[in-house]
Nanobody, 123 residues
Framework: QVQLVESGGGLVQAGGSLRLSCAAS????????MGWFRQAPGKEREFVAA????????YYADSVKGRFTISRDNAKKAVYLQMNSLEPEDTAIYYC????????????????WGQGTQVTVSS
């Protein structure tokens, strides 16, 4: 069982940066693949980025590639999403998720979810 708590969201101007954090509980965090997803008002939840248990493999949605960076610190049981060059289209609730199997972009493959953190980018 893993519990996830996101933090770091907020209001930022276009072109600015934010760093989201996801703190995990549970003894086997290092064996979980982790992902970040987001959901904008009136839209379906979508994949943003994912990272393998070791951190050796990362994947990004085309819309954030080159602007966002996912990373993890297994000793701290945390995963991060550094978001640069933010755009109003990035406005959404951002969710952290974990799964016991290999890393994937597939939303429904993730077993555990946090409550989300709001990111608002003003133009």
């Amino acid at each position: 069982q893993v519990q996830l708590v996101e933090s770091g969201g907020g209001l930022v101007q276009a072109g600015g940066s934010l760093r989201l954090s996801c703190a995990a509980s549970g003894r086997t965090f290092s064996s979980y693949a982790m992902g970040w997803f987001r959901q904008a008002p009136g839209k379906e939840r979508e994949f943003v980025a994912a990272i393998s248990w070791s951190g050796g493999n990362t994947y990004y949605a085309d819309s954030v590639k080159g602007r966002f960076t996912i990373s993890r610190d297994n000793a701290k049981k945390a995963v991060y999403l550094q978001m640069n060059s933010l755009e109003p289209e990035d406005t959404a609730i951002y969710y952290c998720a974990a799964r016991e199997m290999g890393v994937t972009r597939v939303i429904n493959a993730y077993d555990y979810w946090g409550q989300g953190t709001q990111v608002t980018v003003s133009s």
